[in-house]
């Protein structure tokens, strides 16, 4: 009888055991993956610098996984269209980072996609710099929330206005504060199920604004302003780090928490770099490589330090081995999972890879630099077609071009650079056009950065995010947008612009083939500008009070490509209106 109940224990111990095992099993990870806006590798103190306050990154570094080589493109958008997709961003139809540049083909798959079919909650907080029209925007890439602003850069930190799930929200407070208050909401809400909380701060991202007990410590320091924001910004974004560490640990999921922490380019401007040649915009070593610090109790090593070339391309598959999805379908992938570098699990991580990079604007894709890395060496081709080649372990600083000494190296990797750029731009659009008509996004704004333009008329800035047209002073100059109608039907079209008193009365034509409409401008707006809480003179523009609107009409468009132009055939004062963009309102349903 004892030896029969002894029995039926085991095999009920069994049982509990491989319910558990089988529990266990079915616990996938949550994702918390932030990264930070113009971060450079040397702003970390745990990477020497010897001024910076990062307690938190320091202790995340040393918690879990340390990458000693890890890049990224040379500029936001694409690093983080690459980061997504696990593909070289001119794959995804990302170039640059604005005129619509910036977008990826809406065919694209995520990680947010992957992670979300997978039962996974998506969210995203902060900067989303790779297309803001649907089906490009967050919404349509996979995140079922978001709460930030879609632009390269954002105007204003302080109590500023943010997009929340399509509606444009007031907000109180320090724009990093404000967006880590709610990914903490997210996570609360979310953590008894798998989530992905994707965290792109904007943030050391000029405007240089941050709080006066940030700036304050760096500039006593002796540093100039644009460094003591920087540095005070970053430690900003290390206390709101620790907060959500410290979120994880109250809600008893750290363990089940896989925390990335990593920057999307190097440095906003010349300072402590580790002694690396390059900064944000340059394809040397200090312009693409950035921190990584990933950390998963109990499955990664404390104290693990990655020495393999890893970069943005390899997250997609690392996250998809981690969290033990099925593989999904994707396009074809650049990136490799580096899993098991960090479990220490055998892999099939490449050990002599090449990694490249390639600084594309608008204008011309050719003469633009571009480099490619390997083991040891870096080739850098420069603006003038010049080739230089650095052994990066014995010369860190790219100081002595070593090309002469071989060139059958620098003639190998020169041409890998050439096949590469050839394959990875041989499907880039042509044409950039937005898309209007989806059932999920009726309303559209074409935007004054997306715009072309002929005569005198141009932008007030450099065509960044929130720049508008101006300087329209002839009845000859001419604006305008191409729009891809997915859904023809009729469109509420709406300008919103400034006027100047001594400009009322100008008359503005919007054409689309055939339909147009005639607005007579005759409404006074001409607010200024707000106060900025700028430390020192920004290289965007700053932000108007306000905007007026003004409701054209309505107007028909068929599905198709279209030229949807703007004119003023009469400009009774010195100029017409300053205009900021067109809103495209579906009321078809009406």
Not at 30 to 45: K, P, Y
Request: glycine share 8%.
């Amino acid at each position: 009888m004892f030896k029969i109940l002894i029995i039926k224990l085991l095999l009920l111990f069994l049982l509990a055991a491989n319910g558990c095992e089988k529990n266990q099993k079915k616990v996938q990870p949550n994702i918390l993956l932030i990264m930070t806006d113009d971060q450079g590798f040397g702003d970390v103190g745990y990477h020497g610098n010897p001024d910076i306050s990062t307690p938190q990154m320091d202790q995340l570094a040393q918690e879990g996984a340390w990458f000693r080589q890890f890049y990224v493109s040379s500029v936001c958008a694409p690093t983080r269209a690459s980061l997504l997709t696990g593909r070289y961003s001119m794959r995804t139809g990302t170039q640059w980072v604005t005129r619509n540049l910036e977008s990826m083909n809406p065919d694209e798959i995520t990680i947010a996609h992957i992670l979300r079919d997978a039962g996974y909650q998506t969210a995203a907080f902060g900067k989303w710099h790779n297309g803001e029209h649907y089906p490009s925007d967050a919404k349509g890439m996979g995140f079922d929330l978001f709460f930030g602003f879609n632009g390269g850069h954002h105007n204003n930190y302080f109590d500023t206005r943010l997009e929340y799930n399509g509606e444009m929200v007031p907000t109180e407070g320090y724009i990093t504060d404000v967006l880590t208050d709610s990914t903490i909401a997210f996570i609360e809400r979310n953590h008894g199920q798998p989530f992905f909380a994707y965290v792109p701060y904007n943030a050391p991202h000029s405007p240089f604004q941050v709080p006066d007990e940030y700036y304050d410590r760096y500039a006593e320091m002796g540093y100039d302003a644009r460094t003591a924001s920087v540095y005070g910004m970053v430690e900003n974004i290390d206390d709101n780090l620790g907060r959500l560490l410290d979120t994880l640990d109250e809600l008893e999921i750290a363990d089940n928490t896989i925390v990335i922490y990593l920057s999307d380019n190097g440095p906003n401007g010349h300072r402590y770099n580790a002694f690396m040649r390059g900064i944000k915009a340059t394809v040397h070593e200090g312009g693409v490589r950035v921190p990584l610090f990933i950390r998963w109790p109990g499955k990664i090593a404390e104290g693990a330090v990655i020495e393999e070339l890893t970069a943005h391309i390899d997250m997609l598959p690392t996250l998809v081995e981690l969290t033990g999805i099925p593989q999904p379908e994707t396009k074809p992938l650049d990136g490799s999972s580096f899993a098991g570098l960090m479990l220490n699990q055998p892999h099939d991580f490449p050990d002599d890879r090449l990694l490249f990079f390639h600084h594309s604007r608008w204008d011309s894709l050719e003469v633009y630099p571009g480099s490619v890395r390997n083991n040891r060496y870096r080739l850098i081709r420069g603006y003038e077609n010049d080739w230089e080649l650095y052994d990066i372990k014995s010369d860190p600083g790219e100081r002595n071009d070593v090309s002469h000494l071989h060139p059958e190296l620098a003639d190998s990797l020169r041409q890998a650079y050439y096949n590469w750029f050839d394959d990875v731009t041989e499907n880039l659009p042509s044409e950039r056009r937005i898309p209007v008509g989806y059932a999920e996004a009726p309303n559209v704004t074409l935007p004054a950065p997306q715009a072309f333009f002929e005569g005198e008329i141009g932008y007030h800035g450099a065509g960044w995010a929130n720049d508008w047209l101006n300087n329209w002073m002839s009845t000859e100059d001419r604006a305008w947008w191409y729009l891809d109608v997915i859904q023809a039907g009729y469109y509420e079209v709406i300008a919103e612009y400034t006027l100047a008193e001594e400009n009322v009365g100008t008359r503005i034509l919007f054409s689309v083939d055939e339909e147009s409409l005639v607005g007579v401008f005759d409404q006074v707006h001409d607010p200024g500008f707000i106060h900025s809480h700028d430390r020192l003179p920004r290289g965007e523009v700053y932000e108007k009070k306000s905007w007026a609107f003004k409701n054209l009409g309505t107007m028909h468009l068929t599905e198709g490509a279209h030229r949807f132009e703007v004119r003023a055939p009469d400009i009774p004062g010195e100029a017409s209106i300053e205009l900021k963009s067109v809103r495209l309102n579906n009321v078809s349903s009406r």
